[in-house]
Each structure stands twice: as C-alpha cells, then as structure tokens.
C-alpha cells in the first residue's frame, strides 16, 4: 500500500501530530499496483486567503526525493514549534504556509522522474508561444520511455499538474504576496535559487522584487549558500507549470504578487564526495550517506524562514523602489 512510500507515512505522521493547526485534504489521489497514493495539500495560518503566502512544494520528479524530505523537515519543525512557540502562533494569525510535499508519489515509489504515464510534470503545463526550451532536457514529445516528456500535445494535464494547479489557484492565488518554493535536486555543484522565466531568457515582470529579496537575503545572512539567478541561464523549459500558474495568476483583476521560486539543490557536490552512489538509482539526485542526509535537512531550514518572515513583512521588497530595482536587476542577470 501507500506505506511503500516511506515519505508518505511520514508526511502522514507529521499531519497527524499536527491535529487542529493544520488544515490537510486529499487533493486527488494516483493509482498504483500497490494501492492508491495521496496527494496533500496543507495550509496552516490564517483562514484570509488574501494573507500574505508562503509555500513549499516537494517531490515533483519522484527521483529527488530529497526535495521531500527537505519540504517534510521544514513542515515537521513548523508542527512542533506550533506546539510551543507564541511568537510563531501569533504570527500565522496574519500569514498563511502552505505545503505539497509529494507531487508525485507514484514517481517516488517507481523511482522514476515522471508519474505513471512517463509525464514529466515539470513540461506538462500548456506551453507558451514565446517558449524556446533547450533542446531535449527542454521538453520532449517524442517518447515517454525518454525523460522530460511532456505529454501527448493538446491532451489534459497529467492528474499530478492538473491536482497541484488547482491547490494553487484556491490557496495562494488570492494572497496580496505569495512566495512559493518548489524543491528539486540535480543541476551542478551548488543549491541554487531560480526564478521565472522558465521558458525564455527575457526578464520576468517581477525581477525587481526578486532582486529585492536577493538583496535581503545578502544582508541578514550574509553566509549563505545560495546562488540566486533567472533559470533559464541554465536551460530553457517548455510547460514549465510555475511559469503557467505565474502567468495566469498575474492576469488576474487585483492580483497581487506571486513569486514561483524553484530550489535546486546541486547534486553533484554529493556524487563528488562518494562517487560510487552514481551505481544507485537514486544516487544522481539525492545523499546517501547519513551524515550528509541529515546536513542536508538542516540545511535550508533558515532559508524557508527567511522567506517565510520575508514573505509576511513585504514593504520590504515590493513597493518604493521597483523601478530602481529593475534596472539593478537587468544589470545583475540580464545585461549579457
Ligand atoms: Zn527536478
């Protein structure tokens, strides 16, 4: 059954200690030869949808499943610091966290990237006319026996996306400020965070404010690891789902502002250092040895507090200043 999974179980564990603080339901669930597997989505916080936001999102290529278990080990800290912490109490009576920590649980169970039809759901969403995704690892019709397929074109969203967006839509459209994180594993030596677009080398409208937030982030910590940059420096997707949801969000009458980040946590510096874990499936995308599976669990935990608190105290880079902070940032990422 779901027990397969063993970032289920402790997903389930975690929700089930959470009792009244959390809100969690079934988003849509996937069937398996093992029984059906869950989606969850859970929301903690204010009830106000228009409360400023922050996700976590985890699991979407069922081969990082250490994406997971870094969503789940921020959601287990959140739980049990609820049980005591006022100052964290009193501060989500005005912000709202939301959390999808397993996308795809039927990718995690099969050890695969994509869900059950071989759908990599990180190329499912409606690609955009203006998209140049980079060949193949851009996306890819051709077979879904290959990665970053991305679906038959025109069909419906794989259940997975379509489950994810729909979350999306009703829990953290509506917020005045929204920051997202989607957790995945893979790309070079260092933990990266990308901002949209996805799918074109252009700056996205909301540059300013991530320049903003990079600029926070230098300052109050001023040791971290992070490489902040546009994604598609690195590679250019089509159907990538956070450009999508962005893209819709932003149309909306009133939106406020929605930041779709993406953490890439870079895999390499783990294969490096044991170079004999590439012989494992899972190896590529995820530490195998304990010390460095629990480094790496702490590790990003002041991150998504920075982003959390950032999140709620946003006169701090949106507002005054956005069209400086434009220019600074087509300077910084865009000016080559
Ligand atoms: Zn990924």
Not at 67 to 95: F, K, N, P
Request: aromatic fraction near 10%; charge should be positive; proline fraction near 7%.
């Amino acid at each position: 059954m779901a027990k397969l999974v063993r970032e289920l179980t402790q997903l389930e564990n975690i929700l089930e200690r959470s009792g009244s603080l959390a809100r969690s339901e079934m988003l849509t669930s996937i069937p398996s030869a093992a029984g059906s597997l869950p989606i969850y989505g859970t929301v903690l916080g204010t009830s106000d949808r228009s409360a400023p936001t922050f996700g976590l999102v985890g699991g979407v290529h069922g081969l990082e499943r250490i994406g997971t278990r870094v969503v789940l080990a921020y959601l287990h800290t959140v739980i049990e610091m609820l049980q005591w912490d006022e100052l964290l109490s009193r501060s989500l009576e005005r912000i709202r966290l939301v959390f999808v920590p397993i996308v795809n649980p039927y990718g995690i169970l099969m050890r695969r990237r994509g869900n059950a039809a071989g759908v990599d759901l990180m190329r499912n969403a409606p690609p955009h006319p203006d998209s140049q995704g980079s060949f193949f690892v851009g996306g890819q019709r051709l077979s879904p026996h290959l990665p970053w397929y991305m679906g038959v074109e025109g069909a419906p969203m794989q259940p997975e996306a379509f489950a994810l967006c729909n979350f999306m839509r009703r829990e953290v459209f509506g917020a005045r400020r929204a920051v997202v994180v989607d957790v995945h594993s893979g790309y070079g030596m260092d933990d990266r965070v990308w901002f949209p677009y996805a799918r074109t080398r252009k700056p996205f409208p909301d540059v300013g404010s991530v320049y903003a937030l990079k600029q926070l982030l230098d300052t109050a910590l001023p040791n971290h690891v992070y490489r902040v940059e546009p994604q598609a420096r690195n590679y250019t997707v089509c159907g990538d789902l956070w450009d999508f949801l962005y893209d819709e969000q932003r149309a909306q009458p009133g939106a406020g502002v929605f930041l779709p980040l993406t953490l890439e946590m870079g895999s390499w510096r783990w294969v490096k250092k044991n170079p004999r874990q590439l012989f494992d499936r899972l190896g590529g995308f995820n530490p195998l040895k304990p010390h460095r599976l629990r480094r790496t669990l702490r590790r990003h935990l002041t991150l998504f507090d920075f982003l959390r608190r950032a999140t709620a105290s946003d006169r701090a880079w949106h507002g005054e200043g956005d069209e400086e902070r434009r220019n600074a940032a087509f300077r910084l990422w865009f000016a080559d």
